[in-house]
Nanobody
Framework: QVRLVESGGGLVQAGGSLRLSCAAS????????MGWFRQAPGNEREFVAA?????????DYAESVKGRFTISRDNAKNTVSLQMDSLKPEDTAVYYC?????????????????WGQGTQVTVSS
């Protein structure tokens, strides 16, 4: 059974940092592109960041987080992480980890087939 489990969410003041982690089990994801998405109440699911397979030489970020968030992967641990710095109240959302079945990254949520249950990030002003 394939599972993605996010951790690291919480409450932080504006300007602070959080590091989200996503632990995969049931199969290895070294050859898969991985992504982070978020959804705030009343909003649609939104692309945050993605990283391609293996060495993760290619990454992509939403304009709203570029320069503040960093996605990375550790294939030996079967994990992907999202370092979030200079957090803003508008970053408040449930953050989801997702994995594709192929190695090319994409911003389209419907091209990711494995999803975690989400972790809440709340940024206070």
């Amino acid at each position: 059974q394939v599972r993605l489990v996010e951790s690291g969410g919480g409450l932080v003041q504006a300007g602070g940092s959080l590091r989200l982690s996503c632990a995969a089990s049931g199969r290895t994801f070294g050859g898969s592109a991985m992504g982070w998405f978020r959804q705030a109440p009343g909003n649609e699911r939104e692309f945050v960041a993605a990283i391609d397979r293996w060495l993760g030489l290619s990454t992509d970020y939403a304009e709203s987080v570029k320069g503040r968030f960093t996605i990375s992967r550790d294939n030996a641990k079967n994990t992907v992480s999202l370092q979030m710095d200079s957090l803003k109240p508008e970053d408040t959302a449930v953050y989801y980890c997702a994995a594709r079945d192929v190695g090319i990254l994409t911003r389209s949520w419907n091209e990711y087939i494995y999803w975690g249950q989400g972790t809440q990030v709340t940024v206070s002003s």
